[in-house]
């Protein structure tokens, strides 16, 4: 029911671009349309973050350091949530996390990697 699944990580240069999907497969829709979507993203070293937030409705909040950069989005008849990422430097290289929360129950994916380095 709760299973999440990130893709579109990889390895780019400073200042270049990349789009990040979640899906959640096994999620209904009546349980996925209510749900508040987010990605977080950890570095090694350091606390998980959140990096971006969207509600049901799709109102967003940005964490500071993403903000103008970043992009989250979501599609709910297709169950997808996005981020779509500019302008990255070397401290945006983090697992990044899609995370869904519903009635204040966690899921979460199980990350993709997102490496910014020339």
């Known amino acids: 029911q709760g299973r999440l699944v990130e893709s579109g990580g990889g390895l780019v240069q400073p200042g270049g671009s990349l789009r990040l999907s979640c899906a959640a497969p096994?999620?209904?829709?009546?349980?996925?349309?209510?749900?508040?979507m987010a990605w977080y993203r950890q570095a090694p070293g350091k606390e998980r973050d959140l990096v971006a937030s969207i509600s049901s409705s799709g109102s967003t909040q940005y964490a500071e350091f993403v903000k103008g950069r970043f992009t989250i989005s979501r599609v709910n008849s297709r169950k997808m949530t996005y981020l779509q990422m500019n302008d990255l430097a070397p401290e945006d290289t983090a697992v990044y996390y899609c995370?869904?929360?519903?009635?204040?129950?966690?899921?979460w994916g199980q990350g993709t990697q997102v490496t910014v380095s020339s």
């Open positions: 096994t999620t209904i829709t009546s349980v996925f349309n209510p749900s508040m």
């Open positions: 995370n869904r929360n519903l009635g204040g129950r966690d899921f």
